[in-house]
């Protein structure tokens, strides 16, 4: 399909279409109560610069590439228009678990975070056993240790945890290597290992699957680059995906929601419900599950919602300045390579995923 190829905004017009907005949660996540984006309004409409806060520059360049993307390229043809969501709940203490679920009418499916710092495997299994509960036998479990166990722990956690009917394990090691071991040792158990940092914190995205050493890959459209950079990532590294978001607004909710709907073969359901973890967004209707699934379109932005979730001067300087030294490390890799930096090329490779099972 024909698609006209705007070229990169400068660094003015983008200070310019730019609000920074602070987003209170309802549940602490990530260890944080609030979270920080830039909305960008972009011709294609608003989008969303949202590196974590801890991120290096050079780690947040995607996420510009990603946030440019959505708001300044067309996105490709859509093939759905509604996405099937899972609930996220955090590592809560089990006395929480069915008031954060509750966030989220009709989702099947519950990703519960394991193993996170300073607790135990007991706090894991009291918390996976009351999400099982909420849910019945019929619906989906699956698991986020974010890299935080080592081979061991994952194994002894993973067979402690089975009995709850897994669907997957995400990340349960931090290394390619270490996810190459667990996925052997827990492999005559059926229960498939996904990858997500091993994903989109690393140089090379398709390493992982090229090695053999996940059944599945979490794609995030941000920092992967924007939608048409993820998309070529899906296409080569064929295996099963879960798109998800970061903890974004309904903004960036979006440009996950379009990228999965650009997926032909989607068989997971999507981590894009965590709009539902916001006490505030930056549109009167955001993209919080309705009969599990959230919409496919593009919200609108409600400027007067923006205006009082504005950051602090502080941060809103923080930010603007932080926008400023990745827009340049943007810039010098484009005319180094020719192209937005997280922008792979059009690829003649085969998938790799079948190799790779
Ligand atoms: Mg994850």
Redesign the pocket.
């Known amino acids: 399909m024909a698609q006209t190829h705007r070229p990169l905004p400068t660094l003015t017009e983008l200070l310019e279409l730019a609000s920074v907005v602070s987003l209170p949660l309802n549940t602490r996540f990530r260890g944080v109560d609030v979270r920080e984006a830039v909305i960008l309004r972009g011709p294609e409409g608003a989008t969303e610069f949202s590196p974590f806060i801890e991120y290096s520059d050079a780690e947040a360049v995607a996420w510009l590439a990603g946030a440019i993307d959505f708001g300044w390229q067309p996105t490709p043809d859509l093939l759905r228009d509604r996405i099937a969501v899972n609930a996220t709940l955090p590592a809560v203490g089990e006395s929480d678990v069915s008031a954060v679920l509750d966030r989220y009418p009709g989702c099947r499916t519950i990703k519960v975070k394991v193993a996170a710092r300073g607790q135990s495997l007991d706090d894991d299994i009291a918390r996976v056993r009351a999400a099982r509960e909420y849910l019945g036998s019929e619906g989906r479990i699956r698991l986020?240790a974010?890299g935080g166990w080592n081979v061991d722990e994952a194994e002894h956690a993973i067979h402690a945890l089975a009995e709850f009917d897994l669907e997957y394990v995400?990340?349960p090691c931090a290394s390619v290597d270490d996810l190459w071991e667990i996925r052997q040792r827990v492999k005559y158990m059926g229960i498939p290992v996904a990858a997500?940092?091993s994903v989109r914190k690393v140089d090379d995205p398709l390493d992982v699957a090229r090695r053999g050493a996940a059944d599945l890959l979490?794609i995030k459209a941000q920092p992967l680059g924007g939608i048409h950079s993820a998309l070529d990532i899906v296409r080569r590294a064929g295996l099963p995906v879960v798109v998800?978001s970061a903890l974004d607004t309904s903004i960036g909710i979006a440009m996950g929601a379009h990228l999965a709907a650009c997926i032909p073969n989607l068989e997971y359901d999507c981590?894009l419900a965590t709009a539902a973890l916001l006490a505030a967004d930056v549109t009167a209707e955001p993209l919080i599950p309705v009969n599990g699934s959230i919409a496919v379109v593009r919200p609108l932005l409600d400027e007067s919602l923006v205006q009082q979730q504005l950051a602090s001067d502080e941060r809103d300087v923080w930010w603007r300045e932080r926008l400023e030294r990745v827009y340049a490390l943007l810039v010098s890799s484009t005319e180094s390579t020719g192209r937005h930096a997280a922008t792979s090329s059009t690829s003649t490779l085969a998938p790799i995923g079948n190799a790779a099972t």
């Open positions: 986020d974010n995400e990340q997500d940092e979490v998800s981590g």
